[in-house]
């Protein structure tokens, strides 16, 4: 059985009117993305929380979402595995930190392994 909508929550955040000079969500500034020599990302090794199956997390990037998305991509495709891109991180399943790096390095970005 279907849950029930209660709220705007439930309903994704949309907000409805049928005021003709509604602006809607025009108004919401995008951040900029820095240029691959601007960030200072950080590559961690994780394993807690995930039944014991290992990811890389790479943190610290500064820019869009958008952009945060194109280059977990990149990453994931690159390595040949699964993986997101969310909340300014990318988690990459395996452990792959020296390839990632690498390929980071690669395009410019500062890159610095944390932890173990």
Known sequence: MAKKKLGLEDLGGFVFSTNDDFEGNENIETEETLSPEDQQLEAHFSSKGRGGKTVTIIKGFQGNNDDLVILGKKL?????????????????????REKIMELLRKDGYNVKRVGG
């Open 76 to 96: 994931k495709k690159k390595c040949g595995v699964g993986g997101s891109a969310k909340d300014g991180e990318i988690i990459i399943q395996g452990d792959d």
